[in-house]
């Protein structure tokens, strides 16, 4: 008889990444408003177009407020049918743990049923963003060519490390191919427009690919219950 080492909360931490859905959302918002940033700093009005970054961040900002809505909608139609319903992990908080001098048994309970996809998967990129947005004033523009590939770097760095130990661990192979994708445009030559939002599209596209293909095999593996009401908790 096997000895359980994952606990009941952190396996439905787990769970919540088990369809791909939480990295395929959030992939998808990379894509869509960077794109729509290169666009309007290309076709924009001329004195406008520093502000492209503006459009990159309201997409983070309606993609914070729907997210949940968004996520929960879709695993009522394609998760929960299928392998049941667990409660949706809590958001880890942005403060650490505080020191108390209250004895241990007065202390709260440990919040097993967490992720930390916030912190250590957007927050990363996120500011990786936020350097894009500061290159016209800060000077940035003068790395040219090596920007994206060590931007993509530090983050495949970043995503790699700062997961390893979390609910949603990723490969190291996985964080390679996310480094490798952006050395390729020290030998492609990329116009100045399009050269700082390359790592944010990079990593949109790498999400996407991964919760697209864990969707995929997560469907097959787990076919739709022949009953009507589907499997329940």
């Known amino acids: 008889m096997t000895q359980q080492t994952i606990s009941y909360g952190r396996r439905a931490a787990t769970y919540w990444f088990v369809d791909g859905l939480p990295e395929l959302l959030f992939g998808l918002m990379l894509i869509v408003f960077g794109g729509l940033a290169i666009l309007w700093r290309v076709d924009g009005p001329e004195y406008w177009r520093r502000f492209d970054f503006a459009i990159f961040f309201a997409g983070i900002i309606l993609y914070g407020s729907l997210e949940r809505r968004v996520l929960d909608f879709l695993k009522l139609r394609f998760t929960y049918p299928r392998t049941g319903y667990v409660q949706p992990p809590e958001e880890e908080e942005w403060r650490g743990e505080?020191?108390?001098?209250?004895?241990?048994?007065?202390r709260p309970p440990v919040r097993e049923n967490v992720t930390s996809f916030h912190l250590r998967t957007e927050l990363p990129i996120v500011f990786v963003a936020f350097l894009?947005?500061?290159?016209?004033?800060?000077?940035?523009?003068?790395?040219?060519?090596?920007?994206?590939?060590?931007?993509?770097?530090?983050?495949?760095?970043?995503?790699?490390?700062?997961?390893?130990?979390?609910?949603?661990?990723?490969?190291?192979?996985?964080?390679?191919?996310?480094?490798?994708?952006?050395?390729?445009?020290?030998?492609?030559?990329v116009p100045g427009p399009f050269r700082h939002p390359l790592p944010l599209l990079l990593a949109g596209a790498w999400l996407s690919a991964q919760g697209a293909y864990t969707l995929v095999h997560y469907l097959r593996t787990n076919p739709l219950p022949r009953t009507a009401e589907g499997v329940r908790a």
């Open 132 to 189: 894009w947005s500061s290159d016209w004033q800060s000077g940035w523009s003068e790395i040219g060519r090596w920007y994206a590939p060590l931007a993509t770097l530090a983050l495949a760095m970043a995503l790699y490390a700062l997961n390893r130990k979390s609910e949603h661990p990723y490969r190291w192979w996985s964080a390679l191919i996310l480094a490798l994708a952006g050395l390729v445009f020290l030998w492609v030559d």
């Open 98 to 106: 505080t020191m108390t001098t209250l004895p241990l048994r007065h």
